[in-house]
């Protein structure tokens, strides 16, 4: 038979040891979704260590205290072991539940970079969307010309790739819709200086005139022979050419069977 005495002195040391037999609580609840897989494993491992103190709990309640002078020693040993796997449990706990914690400021962290990162790409979106619908009423609203055509003022221009005499150049524009190129003024010779062609313009010899495709004659004060041009070589130069076309004073009259690129203009 116990005697109280000893049954008191014995569960009374377990409890000042044990305290009142509370396990640790872990809060799970602040786990903001999306979590990380790391988070689900640290609160796998705190279940499974906060089973393991519960277990520690129970089995010291099933110490039964048939204390006298003989069991007390082993009582005693079997306390300081429980006691030992308590504290080593409950400081696992902590260290688990800090590194829970520093994780879980780590999800906050690339969860508030997400939110940052997905607003700014709203924003980029916009900005494309922007940019798209500005291309596209460019696109529509503004003119397009057809490919090997570039616009110059007004006009649109065509230099050849392959080249002709002055009449199959000029039936070539025709057939575009345009005609060869007439040259009002120094800018506009200065923009098809910039084909780099030796090039057929529409100049040709009318009685004894120079007169443009249009129907115009050549104004002296806007015209850019070349220096000792027109020769009218062996008196059979008929037509105009685009000949020195690093130069301002470009022009030089030529046969009109000389094969040459050309140059259409049409207005726009
Ligand atoms: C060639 C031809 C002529 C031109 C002279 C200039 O003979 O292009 O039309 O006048 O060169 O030297
Ligand atoms: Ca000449």
Redesign the pocket.
């Known amino acids: 038979m116990i005697k109280p005495r000893w049954m008191i002195l014995v569960c009374f040391s377990l409890i000042s040891v044990f305290g009142t037999g509370e396990s640790l609580t872990i809060k799970s609840s602040n786990i903001l979704a999306p979590s990380s897989a790391a988070i689900a494993e640290m609160n796998k491992a705190i279940a499974n260590l906060n089973a393991t103190f519960k277990k520690i709990v129970a089995q010291r309640g099933r110490i039964s205290c048939p204390c006298n002078a003989y069991t007390l020693q082993a009582c005693n040993n079997q306390k300081d072991i429980l006691n030992r796997g308590l504290i080593s449990c409950g400081s696992q706990l902590s260290s688990a539940n800090a590194q829970r914690s520093s994780l879980q400021q780590q999800v906050n962290d690339l969860n508030s970079q997400l939110r940052s990162e997905i607003a700014q790409r709203s924003s980029l979106q916009h900005e494309v969307n922007v940019l798209r619908s500005q291309c596209r009423r460019s696109w529509d609203g503004g003119p397009h010309y057809p490919i090997g055509w570039t616009y110059f003022r007004g006009s649109i221009y065509y230099v050849s790739t392959t080249t002709a005499n002055w009449p199959a150049s000029r039936n070539y524009c025709l057939s575009k819709g345009a005609d060869l190129v007439v040259i009002n003024d120094a800018d506009e010779n200065n923009f098809v200086r910039g084909f780099n062609r030796k090039a057929w313009i529409g100049l040709y010899k009318s009685g004894y005139a120079w007169r443009w495709v249009d129907g115009s004659i050549l104004s002296p004060s806007v015209s850019y022979w070349?220096p000792?041009?027109?020769?009218n070589?062996r008196n059979r130069?008929d037509r105009v050419?685009l000949?020195f076309y690093n130069q301002v004073r470009s022009w030089?009259?030529?046969p009109w069977t000389?094969s040459n690129f050309w140059i259409c203009e049409k207005k726009v």
Request: proline share 8%.
């Open positions: 070349a000792r041009e027109p020769n070589l130069e050419e000949k030089n009259d030529e000389t």
